[in-house]
């Protein structure tokens, strides 16, 4: 069975912590992605990566930024926490020629206090 | 830009009952159109899926059709079930020649089914 897992479910961090959230997926994916979660906003694209130490900004990279060391690795890192930032974040995975078939982890909500 | 709307949840209804959840769509050309859906506690899946028009994408009992007169993509149940109860997400890749196709979402629709 496919899998997208996310290091936490639920992060609590105070305002100016730096943040790390990880994704690793199992299925040898090229493609991997951030997104965060908002009521009435959807789902919006902050990051994504088609190769390994490549990166490419979505719709919403301020504040935020992406490491990719590994194919199987996605991080998002959060420089400087702002309450603004409380959301639930997504991580999802797609192959190079199906990059609409997108795999996602379970998320991880983020409360900045 | 290309862009997606879906009607606003929550969508309430009895187990049984016939289900549809609208969806419309802005795109330049003729852009591939998804149903995804997120169940509590997990990560959004893909549902179905139609790449052109008059296309209709089927899985689960579910149903939708790409109209590209009405730019419409909705979703479809003829008989819906308790374990049903999730938020679905439409979705649409623009059609490129070139360059990175992402996935832009709607903002999803709530389904509340009682039993």
């Known amino acids: 069975d496919v899998k997208v897992t996310q290091s936490s479910r639920y992060l609590v961090k105070r305002t100016g912590e730096k943040v790390f959230l990880e994704c690793v997926q199992d299925?040898?994916?090229?493609?991997m992605f951030w997104y965060r979660q908002d009521p009435g906003l959807g789902l919006r694209l902050i990051y994504f990566?088609?190769?390994?130490?490549?990166?490419e900004k979505g719709d919403i990279p301020e504040g935020y930024s992406v490491s990719r060391e590994k194919k199987e690795r996605f991080s998002l890192i959060l420089e400087s926490a702002s309450t603004n930032q409380t959301s639930m974040y997504l991580c999802?995975?797609?192959?190079?020629?199906?990059?609409?078939?997108?795999?996602f982890g379970p998320g991880t909500r983020l409360t900045v206090t | 830009g290309d862009s997606v709307t879906q009607m606003e949840g929550p969508v309430t209804l009895s187990e049984e009952a016939f289900l549809t959840i609208n969806c419309t769509y802005t795109?330049?050309?003729?852009?591939?159109l998804f149903w995804y859906v997120q169940y509590p506690g997990e990560g959004l899946q893909l549902l179905l899926k139609?790449?052109?028009?008059?296309d209709k994408g089927s899985n689960k009992g579910f149903e939708a059709t790409y109209r590209k007169e009405t730019t419409s993509f909705h979703l479809e149940k003829g008989s819906v079930q308790v374990s049903d109860s999730a938020v679905y997400f439409c979705?649409?890749?623009?059609?490129?020649?070139?360059?990175?196709?992402?996935?832009?979402f709607g903002t999803g629709t709530r389904l509340l089914v009682s039993p």
């Open positions: 999802a995975s797609s192959s190079l020629d199906r990059n609409y078939e997108q795999y």
């Open positions: 979705a649409l890749t623009p059609r490129r020649d070139t360059g990175f196709q992402k996935l832009v």
């Open positions: 299925m040898d994916h090229e493609n």
């Open positions: 139609a790449t052109k028009a008059d």
């Open positions: 795109a330049t050309g003729y852009p591939s």
């Open positions: 990566s088609y190769d390994v130490k490549m990166k």
